[in-house]
């Protein structure tokens, strides 16, 4: 993907203003609530009059206020997805999901309802779906369009929503499977860190960083949301197998395994994402050994940052996987956490909560 | 009782045809006004609710000044040898005329229920604004359309002082119900005043049931 943005939108108590270029197949738009983002979205869809500036996607001028172009919403092929999903409330879920088909592409329809395994709710009218059912079929419903660019607009306080409601393991499937860039809102590290490619992180309308995920979303990122009131979480995905001892692994790239609650139901060589919660780690400076917790991992840190008052985030680096681990300041002084420090982290298998 | 059935269908057919003839200005006007917030919205709000509150003879007045032979529309609707003013389509005139407030104001509240931020999603899936309108915002704001259409219909059923100004009141030509139950009392014909009373009395019911009814079941499907 290309995006090109320089953008100006007046807003009420600021201007929102956004100079960049975006070229990962997934982006990450991350800040606080009312930074702009969900603005930010509506002019790459064409739905803020008097925005100013230019936007280009993969050569296609979009937006050009000098040259008097615009392109109109229904011309720009931008899959957008808003933060309440509006799935039309007088049609059904099929209904809603073809609602932007384009002819020629009907397939497009039936990869979108698998992708999203949508089959069972096709019948069903919005007012009878859950919040995450309803993102599923607003996400259908733009790929169906066979958009060049997907908006999404993650709904707020994606911790609080029941595990089986998060959307995130299907836009990790919209990403590898259907390979459609997007620009994702996300009030989650956990979840940026683990879609995008890219990030850009937005503060009272002006880019605060952007560039690859990796460098844009640690120390700056978690400053800049601190006092949002969410834990952060560490978001695996994985190839789940069943070793001959019993149980259930998931495993990692960089040849990492986790033990993870073992269900029936869960087939080896399925693909799966876990989350295990920053605060639910526990971290040691010397080797562990005899503690119930059966992933005990070694690394070493890579930074350390106080993410509220009293407690700080340690980033440890394990075979390749950096993992956010909250400890309290008293424990990281008391204990000498410091960069380039040797520690062991001990993760339950509980701790370990599937997405979806 | 032959006479009585053809009074009756005159009557229908003319208070469908006014509603139909307002139906696309008056949809149209209702939408603007739903989705417009300009200066002047409130003068247009209230010139358009003027006929609801003048006397329907000083409606019926304006428009028989305005279209009579030497009124300013009369003049040009003349020249292309169409005459209004006492014929059948005066009576629809002041018909649709009357009834165009009522329309406006209902389907103005359905059009208003429809959340804006729908239709701009259908324009991101492709839709333009033609179609959008007429596959998001008009589905959802049927009731308010429809019933605002019923209400427009009974009103032109009714419909007396516009009308006996504008289109007389000529038997056979420009009767309607209510223009007949007015002359029968005129001519002391009293029973038969009253039996077409009743069978008006009838027609609005039937016509208020059907708006009372769509009124009611309200929202089933679409409110969670």
Not at chain 1, 51 to 57: D, H, P, S
Not at chain 1, 107 to 126: C, W
Not at chain 1, 183 to 202: D, M, P
Not at chain 2, 8 to 29: E, K, M, Q, R, Y
Request: hydrophobic share 50%; glycine share 10%.
């Amino acid at each position: 993907m290309s995006l090109e943005l320089d953008i100006r939108l007046p807003l009420a108590r600021f201007t929102l203003e956004v100079g960049t270029r975006l070229d990962g197949a997934s982006v990450a738009v991350m800040g606080r609530s009312g930074s702009g983002k969900t603005s930010l979205l509506e002019v790459l869809a064409g739905l803020r009059r008097g925005a100013r500036g230019r936007v280009v996607l993969e050569g296609r001028v979009l937006l050009d206020s000098a040259a008097r172009s615009d392109v109109p919403p229904e011309q720009r092929r931008m899959g957008y997805v808003p933060q309440d999903a509006l799935l039309f409330p007088h049609l059904t879920a099929e209904q809603n999901v073809r609602f932007g088909a384009r002819p020629g592409r009907a397939s497009r329809v039936d990869e979108a309802v698998e992708l999203l395994e949508l089959a069972p709710l096709l019948r069903r009218y919005p007012a009878t779906l859950s919040g995450g059912e309803k993102q599923r079929v607003a996400l259908a419903r733009a790929l169906a369009t066979d958009p060049a660019l997907l908006l999404l607009d993650e709904p707020l306080a994606a911790l609080d929503v029941a595990l089986k409601e998060r959307v995130l393991p299907y836009l990790l499937r919209v990403r590898d499977e259907a390979r459609v860039p997007m620009l994702y809102v996300t009030h989650q590290l956990g979840e940026a860190r683990v879609l995008a490619r890219e990030a850009l992180l937005l503060e009272q309308g002006q880019v605060r960083a952007a560039g690859p995920a990796a460098e844009v979303l640690g120390a700056a990122a978690r400053g800049l949301l601190a006092g949002e009131g969410e834990g952060e979480e560490n978001i695996l995905e994985g190839v789940l197998e069943r070793p001959e001892e019993g149980g259930l692994r998931l495993r990692v790239r960089g040849g990492l395994s986790l033990w993870v609650p073992d269900s029936p139901a869960l087939a080896p060589g399925t693909r799966a994402a876990y989350a295990v919660p920053a605060a639910d780690i526990l971290l040691s400076i010397q080797p562990l050994t005899g503690v119930s917790a059966r992933n005990v991992l070694t690394g070493t840190v890579v930074d350390v940052e106080p993410v509220a008052t009293g407690e700080d985030a340690a980033t440890v680096e394990v075979a390749g996987v950096r993992w956010v681990v909250w400890l309290t300041s008293a424990s990281v002084r008391e204990l000498g956490v410091v960069p380039g420090a040797r520690v062991s982290l001990a993760v339950k298998t509980s701790a370990c909560r599937r997405l979806r | 009782m032959e006479g009585v059935t053809a009074l009756v269908s005159f009557t229908l057919w003319v208070a469908a045809l006014a509603t139909l003839l307002i139906l696309p200005p008056g949809l149209a006007v209702a939408y603007a006004l739903a989705r417009w917030d300009g200066p002047g919205k409130g003068v247009v709000e209230t010139l358009l609710t003027l006929p609801l509150v003048l006397p329907p003879t000083a409606v019926g007045l304006v428009l028989l000044e305005l279209l009579g032979r030497n009124g300013p529309l009369g003049r040009v609707l003349d020249a292309w040898g169409v005459e209004v003013v006492f014929t059948p389509k005066a009576v629809v005139l002041a018909s649709a005329v009357m009834a165009f407030p009522l329309l406006v104001r209902s389907a103005r509240s359905g059009f208003e229920e429809v959340d804006p931020r729908l239709v701009a999603v259908a324009r991101t899936l492709g839709a333009s604004r033609t179609r959008a309108f007429f596959r998001v915002t008009l589905p959802l704001a049927w009731r308010g359309v429809l019933v605002g259409a019923l209400l427009a219909f009974s009103r032109a059923l009714g419909e007396f002082g516009a009308t006996v100004l504008v289109a007389g009141n000529i038997p056979g030509r420009t009767q309607t119900l209510s223009l007949a139950i007015f002359q029968r009392t005129q001519l002391g014909r009293d029973a038969e005043a009253l039996r077409l009373a009743g069978v008006a009395a009838l027609l609005a019911f039937v016509a208020v049931f059907a708006t009372e009814a769509v009124t009611r079941r309200r929202g089933r499907r679409v409110r969670a």
